[in-house]
């Protein structure tokens, strides 16, 4: 039995990942849940799954009426809280073994730490922690790695699973590398939907609403990555999460687009053979396989049928339409701090055109300028959680006074 914390068990990610443990509930137990304000929705989560570690990540609802629910949820058995610092509170606790991270954003990347620093296993969906933050984490997964060899409860063979990636191309990269030597491991392709606006050119994108820009080609996601597989950040930030969890230098991870979704990812090696993961398009596939790693359990969802897939497509990405890619690329070459200050100005941009403050060419605008003016004022090595958090916060301002 695996005890597992979901963060931003209402979302997205969250709400596959409570319906693969429902799928499994001879192997996994919910014993703890956090979102930000559908409070109502995460109640009945817990009273279904019978969940008593609670925390809310909006302080101002501590508040609201609904702090009574979860204090009389939580009971006398379990903790609650509000903030981020409850939010936290649930990764340390000692009944825990696994943390599923599918909160949004950088503001994701403080749990993912402190569930390493817990020596839990982090299952996870939030890839903003490791853009902003994988200097740190990375190091931090390699310990726990190593506690759980010496624990004698990593897998025989392969990787000891500490750091298990749930984004759809990661674990695809994950599964072909097992079993294989990594000096044999030649390039990585990362694949792309190529989003709404495939084969769009630039004049063709002013103007476009967020209606337009949400409508995803193949995945149904929360209203940020939609955004960002819009403007191909997504991939941008892809590119740099799987440098960091497979140690692999940029020049020698490619992007493709391959617009039925159905590849997730290849892995090219140096006698010219390449591995590909397929699948259907449902995360609860690689959701699962993050908590059943190294198993396999009984398929969440109907397995791809090839008699029905019909042609795969491949192409080149567009980055000279969608700029954000080859911002990102640029961002992780020169490592450090900028992909920090990239990832929060993106989200400002993001959430301005969500809000229909700002434009949708005005995201790609936006970043630049605020990487331009880091790089200007220098770009740091990555050292601590607290100088990321100045950052970020200096590059938000600094976005918000881009867009306005
Ligand atoms: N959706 C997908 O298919 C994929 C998503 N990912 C990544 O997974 C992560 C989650 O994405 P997705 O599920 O789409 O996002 P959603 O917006 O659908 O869900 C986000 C979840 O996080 C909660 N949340 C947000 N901020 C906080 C906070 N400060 N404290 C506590 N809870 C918080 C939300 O709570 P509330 O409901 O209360 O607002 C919600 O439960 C992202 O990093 C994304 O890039 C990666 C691959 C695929
Ligand atoms: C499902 C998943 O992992 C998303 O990150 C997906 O990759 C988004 O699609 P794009 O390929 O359009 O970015
Ligand atoms: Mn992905």
Redesign the pocket.
């Known amino acids: 039995m695996r005890r597992i914390v979901v963060?931003?068990?209402?979302?997205?990610?969250?709400?596959?990942t409570v319906d693969v443990v429902r799928q499994h509930l001879d192997e996994l137990e919910i014993v703890g849940l956090?979102?930000?304000?559908?409070?109502a929705?995460?109640l009945e989560q817990a009273r279904a799954h019978n969940v008593h570690n609670l925390?809310?990540?909006?302080e101002r609802l501590a508040a609201d009426a609904v702090a009574a629910d979860v204090r009389e949820q939580a009971g006398s058995q379990g903790i609650w809280g509000f903030g981020?610092d409850a939010?936290v509170n649930l990764v340390r606790l000692p009944e825990v073994d696994v943390v599923v991270?599918?909160?949004?954003?950088a503001?994701?990347l403080r749990a993912s730490y402190e569930t390493l620093a817990a020596g839990k296993v982090l299952a996870l969906?939030?890839?903003?922690?490791l853009v902003v933050g994988g200097d740190l984490i990375m190091p931090l997964a390699a310990q726990v790695d190593a506690q759980r060899r010496q624990a004698g409860v990593a897998p025989k063979m392969g990787p000891a699973g500490a750091l298990m990636p749930?984004?759809?191309e990661h674990g695809a990269i994950y599964q072909c590398l097992l079993g294989e030597s990594e000096r044999e491991v030649s390039r990585l392709w990362v694949t792309a939907s190529g989003g709404p606006f495939r084969g769009k050119k630039r004049a063709d994108l002013e103007g476009i609403t967020p209606a337009q820009a949400l409508k995803h080609p193949t995945?149904?996601?929360?209203?940020?990555?939609?955004i960002?597989s819009s403007t191909l950040m997504?991939k941008g930030?892809e590119v740099i999460e799987a440098h960091h969890l497979f140690n692999m230098p940029y020049d020698k991870i490619s992007v493709v687009v391959q617009p039925q979704s159905a590849i997730h990812s290849m892995v090219e090696f140096t006698d010219g053979s390449v591995k590909a993961h397929l699948g259907t398009t449902d995360?609860r596939i690689?959701i699962q396989f993050a908590l059943s790693y190294p198993a396999r359990w009984a398929a969440p969802v109907e397995p791809l049928d090839f008699t029905k897939l019909g042609s795969l497509e491949f192409a080149p990405a567009d980055t000279d339409t969608f700029r954000c890619l080859a911002l990102a690329r640029h961002a992780g070459t020169v490592g450090g701090t900028l992909p920090c200050v990239m990832n929060a100005a993106n989200e400002v941009a993001v959430a301005a055109f969500l809000a229909e403050q700002g434009s949708y060419l005005g995201i790609a605008e936006c970043v630049e300028a605020v990487m331009d003016a880091h790089e200007r004022e220098g770009v740091q090595r990555v050292e601590s959680l607290e100088q990321l958090q100045e950052l970020d916060a200096w590059a938000r301002e600094t976005a918000r006074k881009s867009v306005r």
């Open positions: 963060l931003g068990s209402t979302g997205s990610i969250g709400t596959q956090a979102v930000n304000t559908r409070v929705d995460m925390a809310v990540g909006d981020m939010v991270n599918a909160l949004v954003g503001a994701g969906a939030n890839k903003e922690s749930i984004d759809s995945w149904n996601m929360g209203a940020k990555i939609s960002d997504n930030l995360m690689p």
